[in-house]
C-alpha cells in the first residue's frame, strides 16, 4: 500500500495501481460516507462545474449539493432522504473520476469507515493507492492538509492490524505514525487545523463532529456507474454526528 497527495500523486503513482482509496476528511470523503451512510447514492462531478451539475441533477432527478467546504455538506447529506440520489461537485470527486477513469477500483476512505475500507481494499488484493487530496493555497499549489494525512493513516493502520505483513511505502507508514501520535487527541488536532479552523470560522463547526467520528460505520462508498453507492451497513442504524 502507498500514499500519495493530490491529483499530481494520482497521476503518477496511479499508473500501477488497481484499487484507489481517495480521502477528503474534512470534504469529500466524509460527506459520501454520510451520503452512503443514510442510503443516498453521490454523483461526482470534477469542481468548477456548477451549470452542469444543475443539468446532470435536472435529467436524473437527483439534488445538487454545494460542495464541500462551501457548505456543511456531510449534515446536509445527513438530512437527504434515504433512496435519494445527489449530485456532488468537487475536488475529491474529480480524484476519482481520474481513477475511474483508469480502470481503477475507487473506495472513498475517511476516519468514519477506516477498518472497513481497509478491510474492502485487502480483500480486493490488488495494488493499493491512498490518495489524500489535500488542499489548495489561494495562490493555486497543494497544501499538505493534517486531516487528510490522519484519516490515511487510519485506514493504513487497519490494513496492518488486519494483515500485519501487508507491504507499505514509506509514505504510508509516515502517516500510521502520524495517526498513531494524534489519535489520543484527534479531535483538537482537527480542530486546531487549518482546515479544522476554517470550518469553524464559517460556522459549520459540526463538520468536525461528523468527520471526527473514528470507525463509526462499516459502509465503504465504491465508484460504479458513475455513482457512489454504499458496500456494507452503517453500525446501530441511521448516521449520527457521533
Known amino acids: 500500500m502507498h500514499l500519495e497527495w493530490g491529483s499530481a500523486g494520482l497521476a503518477e503513482a496511479g499508473r500501477l495501481a488497481g484499487t484507489v482509496v481517495v480521502v477528503d476528511v474534512l470534504g469529500f470523503s466524509t460527506a459520501v460516507t454520510v451520503a452512503a451512510e443514510r442510503g443516498v447514492d453521490v454523483r461526482p462531478l470534477r469542481p468548477g462545474h456548477a451549470a452542469y451539475a444543475r443539468r446532470v441533477a435536472e435529467r436524473s432527478g437527483a439534488q445538487v449539493v454545494a460542495p464541500a ?10 438530512a437527504v432522504p434515504a433512496g435519494s440520489e445527489v449530485v456532488l461537485a468537487d475536488g475529491g470527486g474529480g480524484l ?3 481513477a475511474g477513469a483508469r480502470g481503477c ?49 487510519a485506514i493504513l493502520a487497519a490494513a496492518l492490524d488486519l494483515a500485519p505483513a501487508t507491504p507499505v511505502s514509506p509514505e504510508a507508514g509516515a502517516a500510521v505514525a502520524a495517526w498513531e501520535a494524534a489519535r489520543p487527541h484527534l479531535d483538537a488536532a482537527l480542530r486546531e487545523s487549518t482546515s479544522g479552523q476554517a470550518l469553524v470560522v464559517s460556522g459549520q463547526a459540526d463538520e468536525l463532529t461528523w468527520a471526527g467520528a473514528p470507525d463509526v460505520t462499516d459502509v465503504v462508498p465504491v465508484l460504479a456507474d458513475g455513482r457512489f453507492a454504499a458496500a456494507g451497513r452503517p453500525r446501530g442504524g441511521m448516521p449520527s454526528p457521533r
Not at 467546504?69 to 445527513?78: I, K, N
Not at 488542499?135 to 486531516?147: C, H, K, N, S, Y
Request: one cysteine or more; hydrophobic letters at 60%.
Open 69 to 78: 467546504g462551501e457548505a456543511g455538506a456531510a449534515a446536509a447529506l445527513a
Open 105 to 153: 477500483t475507487v473506495l472513498v476512505g475517511c476516519l468514519r469507515n477506516a477498518r472497513a475500507v481497509a478491510a474492502r481494499a485487502l480483500a480486493l488484493e490488488a495494488p493499493t493507492l491512498v490518495v489524500a487530496a489535500g488542499d489548495r493555497w489561494r495562490a493555486g499549489g497543494l497544501r499538505v492538509a493534517i486531516e487528510d494525512q490522519l484519516g490515511a493513516g
Open 96 to 98: 476519482a473520476l481520474t
